[in-house]
């Protein structure tokens, strides 16, 4: 995350109702079953937190509010998830616990996975000589998560979803393969006006634990040296189908010619049709070990066409 352009920030485990409202939790959210400390720090603060993203929030609005309009941060820590056995015995000083008082302590103790946290607003890419700048946005989000999930050699995939704090429009789901690890897009409006942020500022929150179980030893990129075949497809979906199943369907039909493929342009107007969308793919093709021969990658094109076709009802753009 630092390599990326993130900066860290620590912040303190300690949450109170006020951090629910202002991320908007509805009352039945999982996450306000904080504990509560017998004898807080501060009084407003009673409870431990359940994700990260109270004080990471915090901070953001105070570099914001300190002229620093252009942040990014990062934290990893610990969040406390009750268990509901979180009732500890309570012990003299006069002599060491016996092994089932010691059991019974090590069962108070909540659940403790690691979290990374992820917050940014402003310009992600500063403007100058060279041109205008990009402002941050739910992609960069989602891109810090799937830059971690990648060093760790972790495949992870996204699905739209509504979860508090984010959009619902513009929130997604990580996934590794249908288990759930964390969320990231943009957070909503009255969020962002609850911290005094700039509207559209973003966030990801991901179980770290959950990405270091499946962590595999990433493997070097295999470098060809034969020449590559560049497939462009525009296919016409839907407007409600997500990005991310048309990618993947035409990843999978496109079989192993495939190296890359790359999204680079969304379209909506009269021409592709009301309730429409047009999704422009460059898929790159290329053998480790020969010259691809003509016609096999307008081939293995056409079957991703067909695939994506099949799944989402995508229909080719001519």
Not at 111 to 131: C, D, F, I, K
Not at 223 to 245: C, I, N, Q, T
């Amino acid at each position: 995350m630092a390599g990326a352009g993130y900066t860290e920030a620590i912040g303190y485990p300690f949450v109170g109702d006020a951090d629910w409202d202002r991320l908007g939790l509805p009352s039945d959210d999982v996450r306000r079953r904080a504990l509560r400390i017998e004898n807080p720090l501060n009084a407003e603060e009673p409870q431990l937190a359940t994700t990260l993203l109270p004080g990471l929030l915090e901070a953001l609005s105070r570099n914001v509010g300190r002229g620093n309009g252009d942040a990014a941060l990062f934290e990893t820590g610990l969040v406390f998830l009750p268990t509901g056995n979180e009732k500890a015995p309570i012990l003299g000083v006069d002599r060491r616990p016996t092994a089932d008082e010691w059991a019974a302590i090590e069962k108070a103790v909540p659940h403790q996975p690691q979290h990374l946290g992820v917050v940014l607003t402003g310009q992600r890419e500063r403007s100058g000589w060279w041109g205008e700048g990009r402002a941050a946005s739910w992609a960069d989000a989602i891109e810090a998560v799937r830059r971690v999930a990648a060093v760790l050699g972790v495949e992870v995939t996204t699905r739209q979803a509504a979860v508090a704090p984010w959009h619902p429009g513009r929130c997604a789901e990580i996934l590794i393969g249908e288990q759930v690890v964390g969320h990231a897009g943009e957070l909503h409006p009255k969020v962002c006006e609850a911290y005094g942020l700039p509207p559209r500022a973003a966030a990801a929150e991901v179980d770290l634990d959950l990405l270091f179980e499946h962590a595999t030893s990433p493997q070097g990129q295999h470098f060809s040296s034969y020449p590559v075949a560049k497939e462009d497809v525009a296919l016409v979906v839907d407007a409600g189908v997500p990005a991310a199943e048309v990618e993947a369907a035409l990843r999978d039909g496109a079989g192993p010619l495939l190296e890359s493929i790359r999204l680079f342009d969304v379209f909506t107007g009269e021409q592709v049709g009301e309730g429409r969308k047009s999704l422009a793919f460059a898929l790159r093709f290329r053998a480790g070990d020969r010259t691809l021969k003509e016609g096999e990658s307008g081939a293995a094109r056409d079957a991703a066409v067909a695939l994506a076709a099949q799944r989402t009802g995508a229909v080719q753009r001519s």
